[in-house]
């Protein structure tokens, strides 16, 4: 995945020698796994030959005096074989039940992974319909890093749009994670209608809310498959209506195909911006009641955000849309701006107000200018 940022930055040989170390490490482990199979099965070997060849002087020598008579000789050798074979059957399965260990430690090191985030017990169901959203007191941190989110508070009335802005590392994507409940707070609640996050299904939590991230994920498959996400109840007149809405039509219907054109892993064969497209036309294609769009037009050209601009007008008529964006000409129509700085909200307003108070919002307003 790294290849071209390697070849850009001429690190070819550095990348081969990290590999030809790991290659070397490798190489040793499997020549130490080898030598043990070699030398178990070896010992298993000369016991069973040193057991008959003890049968045989011992045996031989007891028809010699008469003992006991050929045939006698003959059933014991035919039993040891008998009991010998199963021996060598149980040291090769030992083999396999030792490499099923080593595999199986590492399935349930997953399957132990706590679930995150945790299921309610009892689920409600969450209805679909105009969605209004809230954040009370957030608090949340990484790990056992510093707060990224101090004290966060906003409400965004069902069919309205607010924007969040603010330097990177502000904790503006941290607050859409909340939203679409891929992460709880550590403290403080965001609730749906009313109802926090943490009471409700999360397969009716994300058939409301739609989420356009910054990173396009495509899937092997089609585009008609990526865009409904293997959904068979998107029918291929929503999708192709979903890719019209975003100006993503006329692309795809030049590749061989069209809709059924083949997209290779991680999209390899679409620029940003078509992926950043398909990702637009995948979150309205569900119909969602709410839209999150985090950074969703930094791989557009500025003729795409415009197509996209004039759609969006349309289509978050009756939704709920809580936008991440640091270009501020995609968040000036917005019915509310939320400034971020160091995980709080530092200003809050509409672009007029905000520019009118001369604070963070209009020092950045000024700097995209200059730039």
Not at 101 to 110: K, L, T
Request: glycine share 8%.
């Amino acid at each position: 995945g790294g290849i071209t940022a390697t070849r850009m930055f001429g690190q070819e040989t550095t990348v081969q020698n990290h590999f030809e170390a790991l290659n070397e490490k490798t190489k040793a482990a499997w020549l130490r796994t080898v030598f043990h199979f070699s030398l178990f099965f070896s010992i298993v070997d000369m016991v069973i030959h040193l057991t008959q060849a003890g049968l045989l002087y011992v045996g031989g020598s007891a028809i010699l005096d008469g003992s006991i008579t050929f045939g006698v000789f003959a059933q014991f050798w035919i039993y040891l074989s008998m009991i010998t074979d199963p021996i060598k059957e149980l040291g090769e399965k030992y083999n396999v039940l030792q490499s099923a260990f080593a595999s199986s430690e590492r399935v349930f090191q997953i399957l132990d992974q706590p679930i995150d985030p945790v299921p309610a017990e009892r689920p409600r169901s969450s209805p679909r319909g105009p969605a209004a959203l809230s954040c009370e007191h957030l608090e949340f941190a990484y790990r056992d890093g510093p707060a990224v989110l101090r004290d966060v508070s906003f409400e965004v009335p069902a069919g309205r749009t607010i924007a969040i802005v603010g330097p990177t590392g502000a904790g503006k994507s941290t607050v859409l994670t909340m939203l679409s409940r891929l992460q709880d707070p550590d403290s403080g609640a965001v609730r749906l209608d009313g109802v926090d996050l943490r009471e409700l299904d999360l397969d009716d939590l994300r058939q409301r809310i739609a989420v356009v991230p910054q990173d396009v994920f495509l899937f092997a498959g089609s585009i008609l498959e990526n865009v409904r996400l293997f959904d068979p109840s998107i029918s291929e007149d929503r999708v192709r209506t979903a890719l019209e809405s975003v100006g993503a039509i006329e692309f795809v219907m030049e590749r061989a195909g069209g809709l059924h054109a083949e997209v290779e892993e991680r999209g390899a064969t679409f620029s940003l911006g078509e992926k950043q497209l398909l990702s637009f036309a995948r979150a309205i294609a569900t119909d969602p009641d709410v839209l999150v769009l985090d950074e969703a037009t930094a791989s557009i050209d500025t003729e795409s955000e415009v197509r996209i601009q004039r759609a969006l007008a349309l289509l978050l008529r009756d939704r709920t849309c809580v936008v991440v964006a640091h270009r501020l000409s995609t968040v000036r129509d917005a019915h509310q701006i939320l400034v971020m700085r160091d995980g709080r909200i530092a200003e809050h307003g509409d672009h007029v107000e905000l520019m009118a108070r001369g604070g963070l919002y209009r020092e950045m307003h000024d700097r995209a200018a200059v730039g």
